[in-house]
């Protein structure tokens, strides 16, 4: 049979096939019970020195489910499954029927080898609905992987939201263990981690070699991925546990090859550094964590330290480091305060073999400080381990070398996205390669978009100086360019056109911007003119700088009202208080600095109150600030090298379908230093760098009406689609598809108007046929007769909806603002509180309203009183868990209703999304209750049982 028309079945046997050929053994298992019954049996062999002969009892099996999955999140069984870095073990303690402890071990993370590895298919699980899943791969007979199938040519994304309908409709008990899904039409295949939340489809990612060569294929995939002792270490290695999110990560293979490249230099080459090149935005920071955790399990090594540069360390990046980190003995593994005592203490502690701390004081305890020196002269000959992030900017001075000569036999590895090269080197000659030794691996941007791991760039050079011998071009000789550009009337030009086009580029807010000027007095004369631009406060505009104690202009500025740039800011920070109702100023820059950094990332269009839409800055927030709802850089200053790429890189983050690529709007011409910049850190290559011209993308667009134009004229035709079922509807939903997914790249273009397309398309006809789409999705989410035996070809169709949506203020954004209260001083906590309140008054969305007032009393009673390193989401969860409990006692109690009974109820209802009344009936026939009794009781159980299900579900 030809390869492009293989069955699903036929994709599934070969697949398996290629399984057995690896080392995995085919178990025929058939239903939820026969996989509990064949765990049970592995359980008993794997422990049967601890079981003394005496196998598992029902009663114990039931106490080993209650230990392993109970009332546990899937991020907490990962967890579980996991063990720690000092016991990499999946192990449980359960009381025998004899009363005595026993130990069961039923993963072990530190050898493959103690494991057994099986695959089955075609299991049968009875939820919600019935659902049957493709391939499950089990470890020690636990699910810990699903492989959804589609044939090949079919729609890439079915499978992907196929996982989503089996998860919410029939994973439970043991397949709650499932760690890693996997999507494959035969050609193309990815994987991705299970978790709690909402599955994300943008974090699908490929498998690769180590030279980032994709391997799509399902067999090529296969022989690298599912390899056990590949796959083992995907699993108990390769994991991050995000614990402030309770998220659960699965790191991408140039992650994985470069923390092994590091490890294998320590082992091989220990006296020789290494540098790491893995462009900006594909997660450095996490790989390095990774490699200095993996490192801390060397028993020779005494020490692993990362080090960071302060000036990235706002708030919630310190919260993000800690979320990832193990606690130490005295708290946190990254230490903020400016106290070198305790990074010392945390050096000389044999409890703490990962250190998280800022060169800046790393400098001071070896350098600066005499009575330091002495209390770590222990170190000056052990093997410590350095973690140097940004090394691009960090380790180019002297407290680099200080660090050095103070570490005689330390081992130093760099993680950069913009390497120092001879063309971009410093004063001082040195390169990232004459510090590093050996490039370990890289992974350029060119590779990163490829990927979908970080978005393309759509770059717009807009002219503002024209005349005889002068441009935009900051080298033009023979004029005074400062002047020319500090012009008002130019500056009033751009900040004009900012206005009037920036909900177009922003996609009507959803998404903010960062317009970086080239000082301090720039960015208060932008700052100015905005404020009398936008009166009515339209936009909310701020700006952040830092600023010199002694300026060199402060003679001429004498007579001025505002005389230094702190001054400046001063009335800038009295304006945020105004808007936001806070309480900052100069003294508190760095709470200043914290709140501005949070309202950039917690953007969302619902809440314009709390949004900072457009941030004038200088140099602050162009490297290091993450924030997938960045979209836009407005740039009015002179950019080049390592500099221009990061600048760019901020907007690039990949978030949902409405953000197709980072904008980048150029008020100077810096079209030299862009490809310059490109083909230096794409090693030469740019076509993957920047997305489509507008020029293709019109061109796609009218290709994609002229095929909506074929299956349905005008909208109103779209209704007799109806009438010729699944089929024919499915072909619109498809072509409308296709417009808007380009639409949604075109619309940002300052080139893109309705009118270009008269005849074809008009503003008008996409909005009706926008409400037909709307319509289809809505019909087809609801229950209809199904055809026996058959699935609807729609069920599993991605609509793409979030094209059409703005933000939400939903639940869990809500949530995701609260667990990111920052605890640190009480200034920027009651900041967060203050803003989470605003919304929850009156709130818009019926599940929200139902559990506004527990988390407004959260706010109230409990933020508080929290420690500064207090884990809010942690709090958050068992201050939820006791009103839960308090409540359901109190309704058994005033109805008389057993406590089993009703937590009985809740779990089915959690799981079938129902309760059952045949049990109901039955517990309230054994106590006694009469016909008419019943009824009553049975009503308020299940209006309880939902509403409570409702009340206290926060994902």
Same mark, same amino acid.
């Given at each position: 049979m030809a390869e492009g028309y293989e069955s699903e079945a036929l994709l599934e046997k070969r697949f398996m096939n290629r399984l057995n050929g690896i080392g995995y053994k085919t178990v025929r298992i058939r239903t939820e019970e026969e996989i509990m019954a064949h765990f049970r049996d592995v359980l008993n062999k794997r422990n049967a020195d601890n079981l003394n002969g005496t196998k598992l009892t029902d009663a114990e099996f039931k106490r080993v489910l209650h230990e392993m999955v109970g009332t546990k999140t899937i991020f907490q069984m990962a967890q579980l499954l996991r063990g720690s870095d000092i016991q990499p073990y999946g192990k449980i303690v359960i009381q025998r029927d004899d009363n005595s402890s026993l130990y069961l071990n039923f993963f072990d993370g530190h050898d493959y080898h103690n494991n057994t590895y099986e695959v089955t298919h075609q299991v049968t699980v009875e939820g919600k609905h019935e659902n049957r899943y493709d391939v499950t791969i089990l470890i020690n007979g636990l699910p810990v992987s699903q492989i959804e199938l589609k044939k090949r040519g079919g729609d890439f994304s079915e499978a992907f939201h196929q996982i989503i309908r089996y998860r919410d409709e029939s994973f439970r008990q043991l397949y709650r263990f499932v760690q890693i899904f996997v999507v494959s039409d035969g050609e193309e295949t990815r994987y991705f981690a299970n978790g709690d939340g909402n599955l994300n489809s943008n974090f699908m990612f490929y498998w690769t070699d180590r030279e980032n060569n994709w391997l799509n294929d399902i067999d090529a995939f296969t022989a690298s991925f599912f390899v056990p002792e590949r796959f083992h270490s995907m699993i108990a290695k390769y994991t991050i546990f995000d614990n402030d999110h309770d998220k659960m990560m699965i790191m991408r293979p140039y992650q994985v090859y470069a923390s092994e490249a590091i490890v294998n230099q320590v082992l091989h080459k220990p006296e020789?550094?290494?540098?790491?090149?893995?462009?900006?935005?594909?997660?450095?920071?996490?790989?390095?964590?990774?490699?200095?955790?993996?490192?801390?399990?060397?028993?020779?090594?005494?020490?692993?330290?990362?080090?960071?540069?302060?000036?990235?360390?706002?708030?919630?990046?310190?919260?993000?480091?800690?979320?990832?980190?193990?606690?130490t003995v005295g708290g946190n593994a990254l230490d903020r305060t400016e106290d070198t005592h305790s990074l010392v203490k945390q050096l000389r502690s044999k409890d703490s073999p990962l250190i998280v701390s800022t060169i800046q004081k790393m400098n001071v305890a070896v350098h600066q400080s005499n009575r330091y020196k002495k209390l770590l002269d222990q170190f000056h000959d052990e093997k410590v381990i350095f973690i140097e992030d940004e090394c691009h900017r960090t380790q180019f001075g002297e407290m680099r070398k200080n660090i050095n000569s103070f570490f005689k036999n330390a081992q130093h590895f760099g993680f950069t996205g913009t390497p120092i090269f001879a063309e971009n080197v410093g004063p001082d000659g040195r390169t990232t390669k004459t510090l590093y030794n050996d490039e370990l691996h890289r992974y350029l941007i060119k590779d990163a978009i490829r990927d979908r791991n970080v978005l393309g760039f759509n770059v717009q050079y807009i002219g503002t100086i024209k005349g005889k011998n002068i441009s935009d071009d900051e080298q033009v000789s023979g004029i005074d360019t400062k002047e020319a550009f500090e012009n008002e009337k130019r500056m009033r030009l751009i900040a004009t056109h900012i206005l009037l086009n920036h909900d177009q580029v922003s996609k009507n807010r959803q998404y903010n911007a960062i317009f970086t000027v080239p000082s301090t007095k720039m960015a208060m004369k932008y700052y100015n003119i905005f404020k009398e631009l936008n009166k009515d406060g339209d936009l909310n505009i701020t700006t952040i700088f830092t600023w010199q104690a002694n300026e060199d202009d402060a003679e001429k500025k004498q007579k001025d009202e505002v005389k230094t740039s702190r001054h400046g800011l001063d009335g800038v920070i009295d304006d945020y208080n105004k808007q936001y109702g806070t309480d900052f100023s100069t003294e508190k820059f760095s709470d200043y600095f914290s709140d501005v950094s949070k309202r950039m990332k917690d953007h969302n269009s619902e809440a314009r109150q709390n949004n900072i839409d457009i941030l004038i800055v200088v140099n602050m927030f162009l490297t290091g600030f993450d924030s997938p709802k960045l979209s836009t850089l407005y740039i009015d200053k002179p950019l080049r090298w390592q500099g221009l790429i990061q600048a760019f890189s901020r907007t690039n983050r990949i978030e949902k379908q409405t953000k197709p690529f980072g904008n980048i709007i150029c008020y100077r011409n810096l079209k030299k230093e862009t490809d310059d910049a490109v083909g230096l850190f794409s090693d030469g290559s740019k076509e993957d760098f920047f997305v489509p011209t507008y020029e293709k993308l019109a061109e796609q667009f009218v290709q994609a009406i002229q095929k909506l134009k074929k299956v349905t004229p005008t909208p109103h035709d779209v209704d007799s689609l109806y009438d010729g079922g699944e089929n024919e509807l499915s072909k619109f939903v498809l072509a409308y598809r296709d417009i808007l997914r380009v639409f949604n790249k075109i619309r940002v273009y300052d080139e893109f108007n309705w009118n270009k397309f008269d005849g074809q398309l008009s503003q008008q006809e996409m909005n009706s046929f926008k409400s037909k789409y709307v319509a289809a999705y809505d019909w087809l989410g609801k229950d209809r007769p199904a055809t026996p035996g058959k699935a609807s070809i729609l069920d599993d169709i991605d609509f793409e909806i979030?094209?059409?949506?703005?933000? +939400? *203020?939903?639940?869990?954004? $809500?949530?995701?603002?609260?667990?990111?209260?920052?605890?640190q001083n009480k200034e920027t906590r009651d900041s967060d509180t203050t803003k989470i309140k605003r919304i929850l008054v009156n709130p818009d969305s019926p599940k929200l309203k139902s559990k506004a007032d527990l988390l407004i009393d959260f706010l109230d009673q409990v933020i508080p009183k929290l420690d500064p390193n207090a884990n809010v989401g942690n709090e958050l969860n068992e201050y939820l868990a006791k009103r839960?409990?308090?409540?359901?006692?109190?309704?058994?109690?005033?109805? +008389? *209703?057993?406590?089993?009974? $009703?937590?009985?109820q809740l779990n089915d209802y959690d799981f079938y999304g129902k309760t059952d009344p045949e049990e109901v009936t039955e517990a309230l026939n054994k106590a006694g209750y009469g016909f008419k009794q019943k009824i009553t009781i049975k009503k308020r159980i299940k209006k309880f049982v939902a509403k409570t299900m409702e009340r206290f579900a926060m994902a």
């Open positions: 020789h550094n290494g540098y790491v090149w893995h462009t900006t935005g594909s997660g450095k920071t996490i790989t390095a964590f990774k490699a200095a955790q993996l490192l801390t399990r060397d028993p020779d090594i005494k020490k692993v330290i990362f080090l960071i540069d302060r000036s990235d360390l706002d708030a919630q990046t310190a919260k993000n480091f800690n979320s990832y980190l193990p606690k979030e094209l059409l949506e703005t933000d +939400k *203020i939903n639940v869990e954004y $809500i949530v995701n603002l609260v667990k990111s209260i920052n605890l839960r409990e308090g409540e359901i006692n109190d309704f058994s109690k005033e109805n +008389k *209703i057993p406590l089993d009974l $009703i937590n009985k």
